[in-house]
């Protein structure tokens, strides 16, 4: 799911599921998210059983470089939201990739690799019975300097 999710058909959904009138699901949908917001303004952490926790995380002061300029710049401290996903919910959204398998490649030979070489080890994936090789995509992440292997069905 690629698309952002408005409060409006929150409330249609639930309305639906809960045979109230949307009025009332658009309350309680409204009411729900302003306490939970009023919530972390004077805690740390709000935990929803079966759904997950959402915390207040401070980041420290960083500096960073302007990519556009070259020039060191300095980021100020600040909070930021975290949510972490109850179990329940979690084996829930991975369960369709339950079957996944971890493989461990070499990651010096990974971070040299040309496309050429990324399109052999899809090949060499594929003759492990992993899966097709027109399934699978690999690039390289330049920035963050580590290698992305997407299996798609």
């Known amino acids: 799911m ?21 009025k009332k699901a658009e309350a309680f949908c409204r009411a729900f998210f302003d306490l939970i917001e009023e919530e972390l303004t004077h805690e740390s952490f709000v935990k929803i059983k079966g759904f997950g926790t959402f915390k207040v995380i401070t980041v420290n002061e960083r500096e960073s470089i302007n990519i556009n300029t070259g020039e060191r710049i300095r980021i100020d401290s600040h909070a930021k939201l975290s949510f972490v996903p109850d179990s329940q919910l979690k084996d829930l959204i991975n369960k369709p990739f339950a079957d996944f398998q971890t493989i461990t490649l070499k990651t010096e030979q990974l971070k040299r690799s040309s496309p050429k070489q990324r399109l052999r080890l899809s090949e060499r994936l594929a003759q492990v019975n992993l899966c097709n ?21």
């Open 133 to 153: 090789r027109n399934q699978l995509s690999i690039r390289r992440n330049v920035i963050k300097k580590r290698l992305i292997i997407t299996y798609t069905q």
């Open 2 to 22: 690629n698309r952002k999710l408005l409060l409006q058909e929150v409330a249609d959904a639930f309305a639906q599921r809960a045979n109230i009138s949307k």
